[in-house]
Nanobody
């Protein structure tokens, strides 16, 4: 399993932006898939966005047009740029990773970072 750690969460006003970062722990192998899920209080964890090392990406409908995902393959890092944030985006955001080429199925997870959208 890949070990990961997120950073970049925080409090932002509606309409604002945040950039989340995810770093995979040192590994001999390339982390071919990285992405993000989120979980709001009382709700199930849901997919947000995913990207492969080859540049393929996938977004949940909730983030299309507002979120962007990118990779730094050399550093085994992924970034989630979130714009036009809404209160319903408030959740703990988890970074996932896999050695396999997948857009939304991960076998390693970070501890999560809180994102709060509120005025």
């Amino acid at each position: 399993q890949v070990q990961l750690e997120e950073s970049g969460g925080g409090l932002v006003q509606p309409g604002g932006s945040l950039r989340l970062s995810c770093a995979a722990s040192t590994t001999r192998f390339a982390v071919n898939a990285m992405g993000w899920y989120r979980q709001a209080p009382g709700k199930v964890r849901e997919f947000v966005a995913g990207v492969t090392s080859g540049g393929r990406s996938k977004f949940a409908d909730s983030g299309k047009g507002r979120f962007d995902i990118s990779r730094d393959n050399a550093k085994n890092m992924a970034f989630l740029q979130m714009n036009s944030l809404k209160p319903e985006d408030t959740a703990v955001y988890y970074c996932g990773g896999s050695y396999y080429f997948t857009l939304d199925e991960y076998d390693g997870w970070g501890p999560g970072t809180q994102v709060t959208v509120s005025s």
